[in-house]
């Protein structure tokens, strides 16, 4: 059975981060199990560009990097967990440490480049020197989504058969699942087979 691709529902590339292991048909899957498999996600989630990941393609420390991409997206399922649903608080820092240290590794610049307006844009840059700098990519994901990202709005679908956590985007905030499409419509379904089943006259 060919390996699903990788999703993106979660309306924040950090929150697909925790998406990268689920289990869509039943059977456990990781799109980060080795480092091959960390490029693609990169590249598909917009996180790293594709001529940036070629280069990297034939380093033997990537499966290393993969490996200690999946602790760092265990520690944010950890916070995520404890955390979603409810504001977060100054005494919240403590808990980022081992965030700030990988944080601290990084080598970024700003860089000016014209877009395809003709104006010009300010973009951040990073010096690529080892594989290991790929866990930045994550890191800065994750920054953002704890700076910029409404917590109280940070959700796991509602299907208690899925681990899938999302960023709720939506005007009325009210969205239940982790896509309308898989989630949503087997709970319709499973909705409508119990009405079916009641006997006819019973009020629902």
Known sequence: MAKLPPMSLADHPALDFLNTTASPRGERLDWLS??????D???????LDAGTAHGFVAD???DAVARSARELREWWRSFVARYAGQPLTPTDIHELEPLNNL?????????????????????????????????QTFAAAIADCLCEVDFTLVRRCENPECTLWFHDTTKSHRRRWCSMAVCGNRAKAAAHRSRSRRPAGTRT
């Open 34 to 39: 080795d480092g091959e498999q960390l490029l």
């Open 41 to 47: 996600w990169l590249v598909c989630s917009g996180l």
């Open 60 to 62: 033997d420390g990537l």
């Open 103 to 135: 944080l601290a590794q990084d080598s970024t610049f700003d860089h000016i480049e014209v877009n395809a307006a003709g104006a010009f844009v300010r973009t951040r840059q990073r010096l690529w020197s080892s594989s290991e700098q790929l866990l």
